[in-house]
């Protein structure tokens, strides 16, 4: 992980809301107007929430979560990891913690959607693009495929 080994990664069923507000604002995640009052319930109905903490500061510097309904697949989302932090190892020690507690579950169909510059470092991980799907979002209205 952290060159320094300095970075610890927590499951979580509650965290400091304004620390995951700034790293959802760090992921460019975070639209003005959204309740942070509404981040404890997001962790407490996540299937699995983890966080990294820098020991020497205390400061949250990544999270990432698992969404699912615990019994057939899972979705990595929300990775991010604070600017100062990343290229150190976190992200990935974030994801390997997420797959790891859904596999304890019995949970193997585990799945994300990843932005474009990111396919390398998934791929290091066992992720494959899935050949013939398309990622889709629902934005109401009459639109085309």
């Given at each position: 992980m952290d060159e320094d080994g300095d970075v610890d990664l927590f499951?979580?069923?509650?965290?400091?809301?304004?620390?995951?507000?700034?790293?959802?604002?760090?992921?460019?995640w975070w639209k003005e107007g959204w309740d942070s009052a509404q981040i404890p319930l997001l962790i407490r109905s996540t299937f699995s929430f983890v966080v990294a903490v820098h020991r020497q500061s205390g400061r949250?510097?990544?999270?990432?979560?698992?969404?699912?309904?615990?019994?057939?697949?899972?979705?990595?989302?929300?990775?991010?990891?604070?600017?100062?932090f990343r290229r150190r190892g976190v992200g990935k020690a974030l994801v390997e913690r997420l797959?790891?507690?859904?596999?304890?579950?019995?949970i193997t169909w585990i799945a994300l959607v990843a932005e474009p510059d990111t396919c390398?470092?998934?791929?290091?991980?066992?992720?494959t693009v899935m050949e013939g799907h398309i990622p889709m979002l629902y934005r109401g209205g009459d639109t085309t495929c």
């Open positions: 499951v979580v069923r509650e965290w400091d809301t304004r620390a995951l507000v700034d790293l959802y604002r760090a992921g460019g949250t510097v990544g999270m990432g979560r698992a969404i699912s309904d615990g019994v057939s697949d899972a979705y990595i989302q929300d990775l991010v990891v604070l600017p100062e797959v790891e507690n859904c596999r304890a579950r019995g390398d470092f998934y791929a290091g991980m066992g992720f």
